[in-house]
């Protein structure tokens, strides 16, 4: 029995290693293969003028924005 689960193991290794994981050509032309490398794959330019601004304001107003909404709704008149 543990004779058959080594050579299983053994062929099951010998076909992974012969087989070639590329991509073709016609694979890399296709319309949905997006370019790679630094910031690419955001959203976002962090390269324009008064980006640092616009990311702390948007940080600062999605922090706070559930604290001011919890001291309005315990502030106001029921």
């Known amino acids: 029995m543990l004779s058959r689960a080594a ?3 053994t062929s099951s290794t010998s076909a992974v290693a012969r087989r070639g994981f ?3 050509s016609r694979a890399n ?3 949905y293969h997006y370019p ?3 910031r690419s794959n955001i959203p976002f330019n962090p390269l324009t ?3 640092a ?3 702390w304001t948007f940080m600062a107003v ?3 924005a559930p604290f001011g909404v ?6 106001k008149n029921k």
């Open 7 to 9: 050579v299983r193991a």
């Open 22 to 24: 590329s991509s073709t």
């Open 29 to 31: 032309a296709s319309p």
């Open 36 to 38: 790679e490398g630094p």
């Open 49 to 51: 003028k008064f980006f």
């Open 53 to 55: 601004f616009r990311y």
């Open 62 to 64: 999605g922090f706070g």
């Open 70 to 75: 919890a001291v309005w709704q315990t502030k």
